[in-house]
Nanobody, 126 residues
Framework: QVRLVESGGGSVQTGGSLKLSCAAS????????WGWFRQIPGKEREGVAA????????YYGDSVKGRFTISRDNAKDTVYLQMNDLKPEDSATYYC???????????????????WGPGSQVSVSS
């Protein structure tokens, strides 16, 4: 069972930056799809970004392309989401997720991911 814990959320003003981290443990396979999703109350969970290991191929939602960057540090077993030029509409609870390599065939679909972190809150004020 993969265990995930997010950190790095907080409050910033429009145009600011935050970097989320997701520490992973308990995984044994060499091929995984790691994703970041976000959700606000009353709305469906939205795919933000994903990365496939071992190729490090990356995928992004249209609303964050050019502003967010997903990366992974294999030595630290950590996945990052660098968020720049933040906007009020980026405010949400952000979740880290892990799935088998096949999850990256549809990398922004939360139904393909089996392990989830508890979430980290991001608030962007105007």
């Amino acid at each position: 069972q993969v265990r995930l814990v997010e950190s790095g959320g907080g409050s910033v003003q429009t145009g600011g930056s935050l970097k989320l981290s997701c520490a992973a443990s308990g995984y044994t396979a060499t091929s995984y799809c790691w994703g970041w999703f976000r959700q606000i109350p009353g709305k469906e969970r939205e795919g933000v970004a994903a990365i496939y290991t071992p190729t490090n191929s990356t995928y992004y939602g249209d609303s964050v392309k050019g502003r967010f960057t997903i990366s992974r540090d294999n030595a630290k077993d950590t996945v990052y989401l660098q968020m720049n030029d933040l906007k009020p509409e980026d405010s949400a609870t952000y979740y880290c997720a892990a799935g088998g390599g096949w999850a990256c065939y549809t990398p922004l679909n939360p139904d393909e991911f089996r392990s989830w972190g508890p979430g980290s809150q991001v608030s962007v004020s105007s």
